[in-house]
């Protein structure tokens, strides 16, 4: 049997309100394929459905800039208010000029605009609104790891991602800010290779490959696909946190 | 039907040597599943098979390091033949640190070492071997793709990939270094998203991420499963090329 990863869309899942079970509406699209969860799987979750189901939006109209984010909004030509909603999601800005700010968020990453995302939040006539990321997106894909082991009785990891832009390559990427019971970081040192050799690629960056490829059939069109399950995939899962992923900032040569 | 994308590593494909004809070894592997290939799937090659069946090998044994070699190899404590060949292969050095050589590679992206590779090529008593990138990657995968469109009379993809660090992030992730057939960098720019908003993401690292997806399945061990299978791209195939993937120097705020 060759080595075979499957990533399959969850269909149906309606658009996610605040105070939505989000475990509940995973299990109602598995039932409508029909397919049960077993040991193994990792369920992948777009963090704008947690986000909203934890009610993480913001209407613009109520936010009154301060200094910082009218300084920044002088500099970059973006909203002030979305920039003090963006400043108080980052321990600070990394770069900006017109049109981007790239921040390190208050998770640890650096990404622009800090995750804040206006698309798909609208369609809202009472407000701008704005979603922030999830507040503990481990512990999100922590609380849904749990509802959905209980339920089918197996041994599961859980993903949480976004698509970040990144240093020197063209294009977003699905990464995970969120991680349950899968190994955010694969170590492979002291492995040997074919030949006995010490491999030469000796930390994987596991949850950001799989992050990358559920990313893939989410597609970028919001909510339409925004769940996604990995079957297949061909190690142990392991527990893991996003704190393994993040590369401390004296270990970095990029910021 | 669910959106499904599956990855498949091709069975039983043999350590490779200078000269093999790759597409020949792709063919087989294919029939012995069987599987034959179909409009809009997507073959994925490891880079080091692809470098082994272009003879991209040399023996440091026969490196004799020049003056910038020697001192690159004073400050980082790596073998001055080694930095001698990485440097060769290299527009500039961006970074380096005690065992740590970042380089903008002739090709134009960053990596370490100009993803020279020492493991997996040994196993050769007769010399200290080390593996160069293809000489060309997107011409590599360009004969991959005629050859096998020309067999399964379909209309494929095909990407060069290899492992490669990370600002800010750790762990390696596949990213593609060679292109053909497949849109390197999808331009979502003025699709509506479910509210009739713009997307906030509009340029997707498509061939990253699935070079990220592929990666997976082929596992670190080198030659193991080294040529991937993608089925379900749920996008259509389009024309690529690793220049769309580089983001330029002067639009580049983090080297």
Redesign the interface.
């Known amino acids: 049997v060759?080595?075979?990863?499957?990533?399959?869309?969850?269909?149906g899942i309606p658009?996610v309100q605040a105070g939505d079970d989000l475990p509940e509406l995973i299990i109602a699209s598995l039932e409508r394929?029909p397919l049960r969860l077993v040991d193994g799987d990792v369920v992948v979750l777009a963090q704008k459905i947690v986000s909203k189901a934890e009610g993480r939006r913001v209407d613009l109209n109520t936010v009154v800039p301060g200094s910082e984010a009218l300084n920044l909004a002088e500099e970059t030509g973006k909203d002030a208010r979305l920039l003090h909603v963006i400043l108080g999601e980052s321990a600070g800005v990394v770069?900006s000029?017109p049109g981007l700010v790239?921040v390190e968020h208050k998770l640890g990453?650096?990404c622009a605009n800090a995750g804040v995302?206006?698309?798909?939040?609208?369609?809202h006539p009472d407000g701008d609104w704005v979603l922030l990321l999830p507040e503990d997106p481990d512990a999100s894909a922590s609380r849904m790891r749990s509802a959905l082991e209980n339920h089918f009785h197996a041994r599961l990891g859980v993903l949480v991602i976004d698509?970040h832009g990144?240093?020197?390559?063209?294009?977003?990427?699905?990464?995970a800010i969120g991680v349950a019971g899968f190994p955010?970081?694969?170590d492979?040192r002291g492995?040997?290779?074919?030949?006995?050799?010490?491999?030469?690629?000796t930390?994987?960056?596991?949850a950001?490959?799989?992050a990358?490829?559920a990313?893939?059939?989410m597609?970028?069109?919001?909510?339409?696909?925004p769940a996604v399950l990995a079957r297949?995939?061909?190690y142990s899962l392991g527990e893991g946190s996003l704190k393994?992923?993040?590369?401390p900032e004296e270990m970095?040569?990029?910021?």
């Open positions: 060759p080595v075979e990863l499957t990533l399959t869309a969850l269909p658009l394929i770069r000029r790239i990453f650096i995302d206006h698309s798909n939040v609208s369609g698509s990144r240093a020197w390559r063209n294009g977003t990427v699905g990464v955010a970081v694969l492979l492995e040997p290779d074919l030949y006995g050799d010490a491999l030469r690629v930390q994987v960056g596991a950001d490959e799989l990358a490829a990313s893939i059939v597609g970028q069109a919001g909510e339409g696909r297949g995939w061909p393994d992923i993040l590369r970095d040569l990029f910021r």
